[in-house]
């Protein structure tokens, strides 16, 4: 049975929220209703920051993650280890890693994984780039840190056979994160031991 709104506006505004993953319309419906009480300042800021935000936002043009300028934080910094990249999907595994306090080195976000079921191939993430700045010879390990799923795997044995013509050791985190698990959700004492104790990626991993 289809919910009755006494507004259009607040139909509408129901049926956007709706599109946001994980939200439903209920949940659309108390999220409205909260902001509807709130100050106009609050909620113009709150508008404000998520138009600013889709609008400026821009991606690191050496890693790909999101910043504020050309190259991120992380990429400056002349401290980090610059001869090791870790390799994540998305941000959140940027976040998680970098919450551990256990890595120091520099990153490189794919945009997704290898999934046929979802349309998404290899042409579609940052994996040319990738081999590209390994293929300018100043990376001595790349460490694969993707979800341990059929994709991440899949994609993990993807990047190793595009790695293979270079003189750059590939590593992958240790099983530590168990088969199947998400990396945003591993705790960081585990995701820690699992970066500090990763292992060689080789052909035995081939799916």
């Known amino acids: 049975?289809?919910?009755?709104?006494?507004?259009?506006?607040?139909?509408?505004?129901?049926?956007?929220?709706?599109?946001?993953?994980?939200?439903?319309?209920?949940?659309?419906?108390?999220?409205?209703?909260?902001?509807?009480?709130?100050?106009?300042?609050?909620?113009?800021?709150?508008?404000?920051?998520?138009?600013?935000l889709k609008?400026?936002?821009?991606?690191?043009?050496?890693?790909?993650?999101?910043?504020?300028?050309?190259?991120?934080?992380?990429?400056?910094?002349?401290?980090?280890?610059?001869?090791?990249?870790?390799?994540?999907?998305?941000?959140?595994?940027?976040?998680?890693?970098?919450n551990t306090m256990q890595y120091k080195g520099l990153y490189h976000v794919l945009g997704g994984i290898i999934s046929p079921i979802d349309g998404i191939g290899p042409a579609d993430l940052e994996i040319n780039s990738l081999v590209e700045r390994v293929s300018q010879g100043n990376i001595n390990e790349v460490i694969l840190a993707l979800s341990t799923t059929m994709e991440g795997d899949t994609t993990n044995f993807y990047i190793y056979k595009k790695l293979a013509p270079y003189d750059v050791k590939t590593s992958m985190i240790a099983r530590g994160i168990s088969i199947g698990d998400e990396i945003e959700y591993a705790d960081e004492v585990t995701l820690g031991r699992s970066i500090l104790n990763r292992t060689l990626f080789n052909e035995s991993y081939r799916i």
Do not use: W
């Not at 909620?43 to 404000?48: E, K, L, P, R, Y």
């Not at 999101?66 to 595994?93: G, H, Q, Y």
């Open 1 to 52: 049975m289809n919910q009755k709104y006494p507004s259009v506006l607040l139909e509408n505004a129901v049926n956007e929220f709706a599109r946001l993953p994980g939200i439903g319309r209920k949940t659309a419906l108390r999220l409205i209703l909260h902001l509807l009480r709130q100050d106009d300042t609050l909620v113009d800021s709150f508008a404000q920051a998520l138009v600013t």
């Open 55 to 98: 609008h400026e936002v821009k991606y690191c043009s050496v890693c790909h993650n999101i910043c504020d300028d050309e190259v991120c934080p992380i990429c400056k910094d002349k401290s980090r280890d610059r001869s090791t990249v870790c390799v994540v999907e998305n941000i959140k595994e940027v976040m998680a890693i970098e």
